[in-house]
């Protein structure tokens, strides 16, 4: 899967493709319905498939305070799009001048002059342009005027109701895991690199793998029965804590892991962790000493977790 980043890194073999573009954050049903209808069209027109996406999001862009926290950062989003037959995701820097862009200005740069779309998913609420004033209306006269289909996605309903990223965040700050796994089709995991963190959990006991998540927000915070991977050929079965620690002042996103009976160096792995079970929130205690206390319960809890999951 090719990755490219910016117009200005649009060459002439990047023209003709059978195209979606929007946000794809989490990379549910719906979304992967979306993606194998298209890559199904793609190869039968023998065109490439593209993703254009967009960093930061639009509304990360004009509203950074308000924006809901993402379920998938870029890597994790790449990572995820590997896998659903994309041959190109096109990512696209949202800045001063995208956001000038007017519809048809947009649709002229990038759909036609970039990469001369050749077949075009959208969906029908997808909103475009300077002051939002393209639509999938626009797109399909677009499209009957240079000569390319445009339709729109399919909804993916469970449950009677649409799979969205919004439901799925909701269900994750309820703490529904097994609910926000039907939608994405899988356990919600998060990514990145083990680094050295201040140590405090060897101290009692606890040694934990730490994973700075470099988020302006998270979708999930407290304690969770938790499997790591990228370690060895099976997940690692632990309890995590996901916060800012407060009762050690701490301030920034933090994934902390503790792996049940393993004791190896692993700073510098790039790893996954899959929240299976909330056991409870993130809170403040008045000493440390309450604090190991409870951890040792949070451990006790995920331990029988594993233990009733594997009987």
């Given at each position: 899967m090719e990755l490219v980043r910016g117009l200005h890194n649009l060459r002439p073999?990047?023209?003709?493709?059978?195209?979606?573009?929007?946000?794809?954050?989490?990379?549910?049903?719906?979304?992967?319905?979306?993606?194998?209808?298209?890559?199904?069209?793609?190869?039968?027109?023998?065109?490439p498939v593209t993703l254009i996406t967009f960093e930061p999001q639009p509304r990360e862009y004009f509203m950074p305070e308000e924006a809901p926290p993402r379920l998938t950062r870029f890597r994790e989003k790449l990572e995820m799009l590997r896998h659903c037959g994309?041959?190109?995701?096109?990512c696209l820097r949202f800045n001063a001048y995208l956001a000038?862009?007017?519809?048809?200005?947009?649709?002229?740069?990038?759909?036609?002059?970039?990469?001369?779309?050749?077949?075009?998913v959208v969906g029908d609420d997808f909103r475009f342009g300077k002051g939002r004033t393209g639509d999938y209306s626009l797109l399909q006269q677009a499209g009957k005027t240079h000569g390319f289909p445009?339709?729109?996605?399919?909804?993916?309903?469970?449950?009677?109701?649409?799979?969205?990223?919004?439901?799925?965040?909701?269900?994750?700050?309820?703490?529904d895991l097994s609910g926000a796994e039907k939608l994405l089709g899988r356990p919600y995991w998060m990514s990145g690199r083990i680094a050295h963190g201040d140590k405090r959990g060897r101290t009692i006991g606890f040694p934990t793998a730490n994973i700075f998540l470099h988020r302006t927000a998270v979708p999930v915070d407290g304690v969770f029965a938790v499997e790591m991977r990228g370690i060895d050929n099976r997940p690692?079965?632990?309890?995590?804590?996901?916060?800012?620690?407060?009762?050690?002042?701490?301030?920034?996103?933090?994934l902390e892991v503790h792996?049940?009976?393993?004791?190896?160096?692993?700073?510098?792995?790039?790893?996954?962790?899959?929240?299976?079970?909330k056991l409870r929130s993130e809170r403040k205690f008045e000493s440390f000493e309450l604090l190991k206390r409870q951890i040792e319960l949070d451990a006790e809890q995920a331990r029988a977790f594993f233990a009733g999951a594997a009987a």
């Open positions: 073999e990047h023209r003709g493709c059978a195209a979606t573009i929007g946000s794809f954050d989490g990379i549910h049903l719906g979304h992967q319905t979306v993606l194998a209808q298209l890559a199904v069209q793609g190869r039968e027109r023998q065109l994309i041959d190109r995701v096109v000038s862009l007017t519809a048809n200005e947009f649709i002229q740069r990038i759909m036609l002059d970039g990469l001369a779309v050749k077949y075009l445009v339709v729109t996605m399919q909804t993916f309903n469970i449950g009677n109701h649409r799979v969205s990223s919004t439901r799925i965040r909701v269900a994750l700050n309820d703490g690692i079965p632990g309890v995590a804590n996901v916060g800012t620690r407060p009762t050690v002042d701490g301030s920034r996103a933090l792996l049940f009976g393993f004791d190896r160096e692993i700073y510098g792995r790039h790893v996954q962790v899959s929240f299976l079970k």
